[in-house]
């Protein structure tokens, strides 16, 4: 086994212990899935991931991306109604398109945008509970690309995870319903995406950066990542707040 190997090998490990870690006690949904497409670039060598859930009405939202791109890629591809990451949530099963050149046909519009944006390929898988479909994981690779069985079983391992954590959520909930779970995990988000627009536009900042900002706040504070969005979008906390290092970790968590 090459040098590469081994360390992917204990990068992966270290990746399912600490969202193994996370499920045991309380966490932030938005936070664990942003966890989750990062992981899922670093371990599976795609150029971006994202994850989509059903919202009460049966709609798919964008819940986590792990770069600008493929979020807006995603919601392009909610508000069109047309994609591999649609029909993978309606057909409760993997759609793979290893050249998005040869799929203009099938979906022109967002082989169109997708490409334009520097994807040339695009692999989702099902995020399943018992007969339903809850969300997809969504990877996009810059180049034409065959995902490997091996990538491939790793990234339906990482798609469990994720269901996983939406269990463990409603386990947590005790008698409220899985779609109350969903919906409450999709609200958590719209308000980081809020928050993150209320820094960018105030601090004259890319949103990437306004995210990293939130995040290092949560964490360095032991907060969820949703209470600091709150709290940024309430305009009860600003950005020398959220860049004060003396913030630190053993800071009490927010009830």
């Known amino acids: 086994m090459s040098e590469s190997e081994v360390s992917r090998e204990h990068r992966l490990a270290e990746v399912f212990v600490t969202l193994a870690d996370t499920l045991v006690t309380d966490f932030d949904v938005a936070d664990l899935f942003t966890d989750l497409a ?11 991931a994202g994850l989509m859930l059903v919202d009460v009405g049966g709609r798919l939202r964008v819940m986590a ?11 392009m591809e909610i508000q069109n109604d047309e994609g591999p990451c649609l029909d993978c949530h309606r057909d409760g099963a993997p759609v ?11 979906w022109p519009g967002f082989s169109q945008e997708a490409m334009r944006v520097g994807f040339g390929a695009v692999y989702a898988l099902p995020m399943r509970l018992r007969q339903d479909t809850i969300g997809a994981l969504n990877l996009f690779h810059r180049e034409p690309k065959i995902v490997t ?7 339906r391992a990482l798609a469990d995870v994720a269901t996983i954590a939406i269990l463990q959520q409603r386990a947590v909930a005790g008698s409220a319903e899985l779609s109350q779970q969903l ?14 627009g209320v820094l960018a536009g105030r601090e004259n900042i890319d949103m990437p950066i306004a995210f ?6 949560a964490r360095r504070t032991n907060q969820r ?8 979008v309430a305009g009860e906390l600003g950005v020398d707040k959220l860049r004060d290092p003396r913030a630190r970790t053993d800071a009490p968590p927010a009830t």
């Open 149 to 155: 069985d091996a990538t491939l079983l790793l990234a």
């Open 183 to 196: 919906q409450n995990a999709l609200n958590s988000r719209v308000v980081i995406e809020q928050a993150k």
């Open 225 to 232: 990542l949703s209470l600091v969005a709150q709290a940024v």
């Open 212 to 217: 990293d900002l939130l995040r290092g706040y």
């Open 38 to 48: 990062a992981a899922c670039v670093e371990l599976l060598e795609v150029t971006a």
């Open 65 to 75: 991306s792990s770069s600008e791109r493929s979020r807006l890629l995603e919601l």
């Open 96 to 106: 793979l398109v290893p050249d998005l050149a040869a799929a203009r046909d099938r």
